[in-house]
């Protein structure tokens, strides 16, 4: 994607170029009003802006998106249908909490570093832009992950697999340590992308545990 | 502080009410304006809607700060004083690297918890909207805490007072598990106020001692 650079050949009926598919084309749309609103912030990006970025004439965004603020609904649910595809679904199967939970920090890391849609992570934890119903929905869809690790932690303990803690603290110590690593890592920065993972799941578990690992 | 409910008798002078020195004046409208930017963004907060919150015509504003963007930096910079103050400034003497973390993170936490300068707190990390020198100067500040704790973290591992860690990966656990507070925490929720540095302190820190605590 070269968002700006330029523009595909998408005049006011938002016909969609060679190559792309419609669905393809939709999510480009997304990353690049991403892009622009992670830049200028919400208010300041403008429907002509995103349009021009994306090549189209306002017309032909309009024909791909609703509204302004539907659209970054649907920004929103697209980095949450990342997050839960690339993440969430791929952990929930696991049996033992404590590989659950670090296998899920693994993975998440992994998804905050490789840089991909980062534009997307920013909007989902700073901008809290939305209101009413598309507000309710992506908070229920940000409470279905903290419940995910507040139960993982509580099986954890249960289990003696982890001596006592707060399953509650501990689930948003994780989500601090993890979200937080897009306002400071650097890919070509001091730490390894390959060890950031594993370092943290050392500061975070390697305390914890005390059964064989 | 009741911004905007009780206009104070300040014309287009900008004369201070009664009981109000000039700094606790300028602090209010600092306070006064870092809320509005917090709820309504900071494109969307024009110098009219904080000068009206003040009790201040616009005028009467412009005695008491140099623009919009330097009114950002203000807040910042206070925002920073206070943090300094009330929390690095405390823990910089304690001679033991491990005291000296834990004590910062009780102090951090406290800080984040209690709910005064909430918005300071938000716009530090939220908004980055300034430019050029100011968000330099900003930048500095924050640099020099992340150095504080990185520095402490290598200090402990090298007296042996913790296993050996990634001393900035630790670093920015710490920052991540502390900043990310003011997201979920709620003073009535089901963490008790009093009990969350401390837990905290142990998720992070009762991994990792190997000395007599």
Redesign the interface.
């Given at each position: 994607m070269r968002p700006g650079v330029t523009p595909i050949n998408a005049g006011a009926s938002g016909r969609e170029s060679a190559g792309h598919s419609p669905k393809t084309r939709h999510r480009e749309i997304l990353q690049t009003a991403a892009r622009l609103i992670c830049q200028d912030?919400?208010?300041?990006t403008s429907i002509q802006r995103i349009a021009e970025a994306c090549g189209l004439t306002k017309a032909g965004l309009y024909h791909h998106i609703r509204s302004k603020e539907h659209l970054l609904l649907e920004i929103m649910n697209y980095g949450m249908d990342v997050f839960e595809e690339q993440v969430l679904s791929q952990v929930l199967p696991i049996a033992d909490p404590v590989e659950r939970l670090k296998t899920c920090m693994d993975k998440h890391v992994r998804l905050v570093t490789r840089g991909r849609d980062k534009e997307i992570t920013i909007i989902l934890?700073?901008h809290a832009?939305l209101t009413g119903d598309a507000q309710a929905q992506i908070n229920a869809r940000k409470k279905r992950y903290?419940r995910f690790l507040e139960s993982s932690f509580t099986e954890a303990v249960r289990d003696g697999r982890i001596?006592p803690?707060?399953p509650?603290?501990?689930a948003?110590?994780f989500?601090?340590?993890?979200?937080?690593?897009y306002?400071?890592?650097r890919r070509d920065g001091?730490?390894p992308e390959e060890?950031?993972a594993r370092?943290?799941q050392?500061?975070?578990f390697?305390?914890?545990e005390r059964g064989p690992r």
């Open positions: 912030g919400y208010e300041a934890h700073e832009t903290v001596r803690i707060n509650k603290v501990a948003f110590a989500l601090g340590m993890v979200n937080w690593i306002k400071w890592f001091a730490v060890q950031l370092e943290m050392d500061l975070l390697g305390g914890l």
